[in-house]
């Protein structure tokens, strides 16, 4: 790929590293990522990535902006409230970045729309906020083979890990089945601090570009937790579950699944 | 005495506390000293049956019991463990409607 003169200035601190280099900076401009929500997590993650000059970055949120998401979703701003979040987002991404195509969609992931979606990219980061969205996203990412750079928070806490089908587990192999509905966990009004997303929306941006060009190790088979409170970061290892319903070695799960969404009820 | 990671959902529990100690030879034994001195935490963590529930995780150190002997694993006095539970949110205010 020929860069402009404006594109050699542009990425000139990531070709000046040897890690990235004229040839990570084609990859990250041939990339293809979709983001699954323009929240908190997805805002950081999206920012950086268009920054660095990832060339696709799909969008897909059904939401409008409200005041209240301007505490962490920094896509957004204050004249932004009641537009959609994807339309917001767009603007934003293609303000720091003219490179970059960005691609709405201002729709709800369904089995309906998943797949053909998913198709269309190379990875996907999950900044979403629903467990049945999370199963959707596992499910079709592992009948597909696209990576998911995987992102969640609680108040203060936040985990962060990469699930590869093709070298690695997958959300089920660790968790296999979502919670009853009087048992879900940590979705409950409960407040976040803003940063938080802040912090895990970009690392799951740095394990992104770290995929997409080949750079050190990810967080395949590790799953990442950092306690803001307390400034803990520490890892833990996944495995590959040979029982796992979706990806294990005698699959119960073949079809795509809507999980009805359930919350309110504490664990 | 086992060092024990609470996750945030569960430290209204155990008095805002994000670590605590607990005895037992086994995770089993551990979970059931845990309830002793937190009332209301196994249920969280165990089904009626005492089964590690499917949404839970409990590691030793960075080790997944699952991947070991289950509940039945055995814990040295130093080992630090941690219950981790799938989380669902990204955005608290869509996950809160």
């Not at chain 2, 019991?65 to 799938?86: G, K, Q």
């Given at each position: ?25 084609t990859k990250l401009l041939n ?26 970055i799909g969008i897909v949120d ?206 | ?97």
């Amino acid at each position: 790929m020929n860069f402009t003169d404006e594109q050699i200035e542009r990425y000139s601190r990531h070709i000046i590293l040897k890690e990235v280099g004229g040839v990570g900076q084609t990859k990250l401009l041939n990339a293809k990522v979709l983001m699954i929500g323009a929240g908190g997590l997805g805002s950081p993650a999206a920012l950086y990535l268009a920054a660095a000059g990832v060339g696709t970055i799909g969008i897909v949120d059904d939401d409008e902006v409200d005041i209240s998401n301007l505490q962490r979703q920094i896509l957004h701003r204050n004249e932004d409230v009641g537009r959609a979040k994807v339309a917001s987002a767009q603007e934003t991404l293609n303000g720091i970045n003219p490179d970059v195509k960005v691609v709405p969609y201002n729709m709800r992931l369904s089995s309906d729309n998943v797949m053909e979606i998913l198709r269309e990219y190379d990875l996907v980061v999950d900044g979403c906020d629903n467990l049945p969205t999370r199963y959707l996203l596992n499910d079709a990412s592992v009948f597909t083979g696209t990576p998911v750079v995987h992102g969640s928070i609680f108040q203060f806490e936040g985990q962060v890990t990469v699930f590869d089908p093709t070298q690695g587990p997958c959300y089920r192999c660790l968790y296999p089945e979502p919670p009853p509905p009087e048992m879900v966990p940590s979705c409950q009004e409960a407040g976040v601090l803003g940063v938080l997303p802040g912090i895990i929306g970009s690392i799951q941006g740095l394990e992104a570009i770290k995929h997409i060009i080949g750079a050190g190790e990810t967080l395949v088979g590790k799953l990442l937790l950092y306690d803001t409170l307390r400034q803990d970061i520490r890892k833990h290892i996944l495995h590959k579950d040979p029982a796992c319903p979706v990806c294990g070695e005698n699959p119960t799960v073949t079809e795509l699944i809507d999980y009805e969404e359930f919350c309110g009820v504490r664990w | 005495m086992a060092t024990v990671r609470i996750p945030t959902p569960l430290r209204r529990l155990t008095n805002g506390n994000a670590e605590v100690e607990a005895d037992g030879g086994t995770i089993a034994e551990l979970i059931d000293n845990l309830e002793s001195n937190y009332e209301g935490l196994k249920k969280r963590i165990c089904d009626e049956n005492g089964t590690v529930r499917r949404f839970v995780n409990i590691y030793i150190n960075d080790e997944d019991i699952r991947f070991l002997d289950n509940a039945d694993t055995e814990l040295e006095p130093d080992d630090v463990v941690s219950i981790i539970p799938a989380i669902a949110g990204g955005n608290e205010t869509e996950a809160a409607r």
